[in-house]
């Protein structure tokens, strides 16, 4: 069941493009990963939902990794999304041992979820070799490794590091290998292709082994563990709409086996091809084939997404900010406390700020928000404070001596007087937060960074420059508001310089 | 002195008994009393460091003292009485106080506005300041960093008037201006104070503001009364040689006064 949030209430009224429900269908919510297989799933099961008829799709794509893509699925922000077997039984359930797709259905029902059987292909950690290095040396499984120990490697940092990677496929196989280098996975295949290295990494379904010339070497001892794709679902969905489920089932399990999966992956990645006409040409749509993503089409829809962000954030944190700085600046032992209190806040890296949102507010606006307001705390609480203390005390005593209580002496006379201090704070958060503002899309957010992050799984600089280079511009266009503001917010008679007139 | 002002009944606006204040460990003032009769002005001379500044913020309620008492229209300033006793006192300070957000006019009427005047009563009143203290009416409308500094200490004086009050404080209020303005300044203060027939207290380290304004003088020195009386008492009579020395190192050399 999801109940209705308050807080969802209030942002439905305070958002400008809040998307009103249409008729009563039910709505299906389908999440992924900001991976491009992920993607590329999840698009799959949104076109198959909305074929089947009996409810409508909305899309949650890109909610960064799995923490905080099930705790969407846990808290009913989404319905289903693609996951893998050995996720499940690591970081899910946390019972490695468990390696059956039956024995985690057992367990994840206790949890209202249910899961598919798997879809057919493995998505796991694989090492691979160029094509005519494993020619050359008669290498066709990881076994063939050894003996070789004058070959060189590049993991990526991540497989570098877990056991489940190389310390763990090391010690299980007995290798030795002359050099091993740290390089982001995207970059290894270059450098395999160029011959810097002769070991990388990949998993096993990267589009490039589509493409490139790079043959897998077999895990023959069985070292890496399953990781077969299935589709993570709430029970409650399951059972609401049969039909859709049935079809997602049909449609889907063991009809995806590793070559397809690497050549969808293929086409998203490398052709750059929108995961829509990815997914409707293997569903047989064969529509918009060799269309190529557009960003330039998303932009004004995402810059609004991304002012709406930004002004709504900011103006909270200016409603909650000031009156915090001035509640400081008057009771100075409350005021340490409360600027420790907001310092720390900032920090919390940003993104982990959003994903504590989740489990209080589920994923989407709502929640970036917040995590954005109150990352965009502290200039302002903090300038509001120091420009209240550092007010000329003849100039406070005196408002004291003319009669003025509290409030007018705060109204009339101290914040327009610190009015330049508070504003430059204002500034400064503002400035900031349409850079944090780009984290939001990791949960559902919207903005630039759903640009950014779909970038970033495709490996693909200008989809990135596409959001990183407007959201650059919009932090330019909103100092420049701010200068202008100064003269309109600034009271005229401390923006004049000195004229005296004898 | 006496002649040039009204007779007015002699009766204690202030006293101030037995005041010690301090700050750390050192103490900015050291057992002062002092008393200033309706009407008249007192003048507070003394060095930096002297502690004179410090007792007008004591009159004020601005501080509270740590020993002695302080009573101003027979209620003593503590700071459950202490908005009541500010009403009755205008506060004057170097360089005005002016706020700089305000225009001399608003700055004026911040006292009338924070007491829910009426706008033409305010604006009647901000009029009639200006022709006290010869300031045209123009020049009301521009911001204090528009402004002179003569100019300026016109616009804090005016405040300080605002509401009538019948006690007046002035810590330094020529202090900032130049010898010229000074002289005029200084000509038009003695002037209002008289026509007014306020109870006044200066603050000044000027051996000839005292000269020209007080009735009384108090001599503070390190926290501690010298010596209090008229000017003549002080020049003919010094308690210590200290107030001799005072007096004159001031006072321009013989072979300079020749000249003039």
Redesign the interface.
């Known amino acids: 069941m999801r109940g209705v949030r308050p807080a969802a209430v209030i942002a439905l009224l305070l958002l400008l493009p809040a998307a009103v429900p249409a008729a009563d269908r039910p709505v299906v919510r389908v999440g992924s990963k900001s991976f491009t297989e992920s993607y590329v799933l999840a698009e799959i099961v949104a076109q198959v939902v909305e074929q089947t008829g009996e409810a409508r799709v909305e899309r949650k794509l890109g909610l960064g990794g799995t923490g905080i893509v099930h705790a969407a699925l846990a808290s009913g922000e989404i319905d289903v999304y693609p996951e893998y077997t050995g996720t499940i039984a690591r970081a899910i359930l946390k019972e490695p041992a468990v390696t059956t797709v039956a024995a985690m259905r057992a367990r994840l029902r206790e949890r209202g979820l249910v899961v598919t059987e798997p879809l057919g292909f493995q998505n796991t950690y694989a090492l691979a070799v160029a094509r005519s290095t494993a020619s050359r040396l008669g290498l066709r499984t990881i076994s063939d490794l050894r003996g070789h120990g004058r070959l060189t490697a590049a993991f990526d940092p991540g497989f570098l590091d877990r056991d489940d990677g190389w310390p763990g496929l090391r010690r299980h196989y007995g290798l030795e290998l002359a050099g091993v280098r740290i390089m982001e996975h995207a970059l290894a295949y270059r450098a395999l292709a160029g011959g810097a290295v002769d070991v990388i990494d990949v998993f096993s379904t990267d589009g490039q082994l589509a493409r490139e010339a790079v043959a897998l070497l077999a895990d023959d001892r069985g070292f890496f563990p399953d990781y077969a794709a299935v589709l993570l679902a709430r029970r409650s969905f399951a059972e609401r709409l049969p039909r859709t489920w049935a079809a997602l089932e049909q449609r889907l399990v063991g009809r995806l086996d590793t070559a397809t999966m690497t050549r969808l992956n293929a086409e998203a990645d490398l052709d750059r091809r929108p995961f829509a006409a990815v997914a409707s040409s293997f569903l047989g749509g064969g529509a918009a084939a060799g269309a190529r993503r557009s960003p330039a089409r998303e932009l004004p829809a995402l810059t609004l997404e991304h002012l709406a962000l930004v002004g709504v954030s900011l103006l909270a944190a200016v409603v909650i900010g000031v009156p915090l700085g001035v509640l400081a600046a008057r009771r100075r032992l409350l005021g340490q406390v409360e600027l420790m209190g907001v310092g720390v806040l900032q920090t919390i890296p940003a993104l982990a700020l959003l994903a504590f949102m989740i489990p209080l507010f589920g994923i989407g606006r709502v929640p970036a928000l917040i995590a954005l307001a109150l990352y965009a705390l502290l200039p302002i609480v903090r300038n509001t404070y120091a420009g209240l203390v550092s007010l ?1 005390p ?2 406070v ?2 408002a ?6 509290g409030w ?1 002496r705060l109204a ?2 101290e914040l ?2 610190a ?1 330049v201090t508070i504003l430059a704070g204002i500034k400064t958060s503002a400035v900031l937060t349409v850079g944090t503002a780009t984290l939001a899309a990791f949960i559902g957010g919207g903005g630039y960074g759903t640009l950014i992050i779909t970038g970033l799984a495709l490996n693909d600089a200008a989809t990135i420059l596409a959001g990183a280079i407007p959201a650059a511009l919009m932090a330019l266009a909103i100092h420049a508001l701010f200068e202008a503001l100064d003269r309109l917010a600034v ?4 923006r ?7 | 002195m006496d002649g040039l002002r009204p007779a007015h009944r002699l009766s204690a606006v202030i006293v101030v008994s037995g005041v010690t204040k301090r700050f750390g460990g050192r103490a900015a003032l050291d057992g002062v009393s002092l008393t200033v009769e309706a009407g008249t002005t007192h003048v507070l001379l003394g060095g930096s460091g002297s502690g004179k500044s410090t007792l007008l913020r004591l009159v004020l309620g601005l501080a509270q003292p740590d020993a002695g008492e302080v009573v101003v229209d027979g209620v003593r300033v503590t700071p459950a009485s202490r908005a009541e006793i500010q009403r009755r006192i205008g506060y004057v300070v170097q360089e005005g106080a002016l706020y700089p957000h305000l225009t001399a006019a608003e700055n004026v009427a911040l006292p009338a506005r924070a007491r829910g005047w009426p706008a033409e009563r305010t604006e009647a009143r901000v009029t009639a300041l200006a022709g006290l203290v010869e300031l045209e009416r123009a020049w009301l409308d521009r911001h204090p960093a528009q402004l002179s500094g003569g100019q300026r200490q016109r616009v804090g004086l005016m405040r300080a008037l605002a509401l009538d009050p019948p006690v007046l404080l002035l810590d330094e209020p020529l202090g900032a201006l130049d010898p010229i303005t000074r002289a005029e300044l200084q000509t038009q203060l003695v002037r209002i104070f008289r026509e007014l027939g306020k109870t006044v207290v200066l603050v000044t380290h000027d051996v000839r503001e005292a000269f020209v304004f007080g009735r009384t003088i108090t001599l503070l020195e390190g926290g501690r009364v010298v010596q209090q009386g008229t000017f003549a008492d002080l020049a003919r009579r010094p308690a210590t040689p200290l107030v001799t020395e005072f007096l004159r190192a001031q006072a321009p050399p013989p072979e300079m006064t020749a000249y003039l």
């Open positions: 000329d003849q100039l005593d005196m004291a001596v003319l009669g003025l209580d007018k009339w006379i327009p007087l009015s009271p005229r008679g401390l004049t310089r000195a004229t005296a007139t004898r």
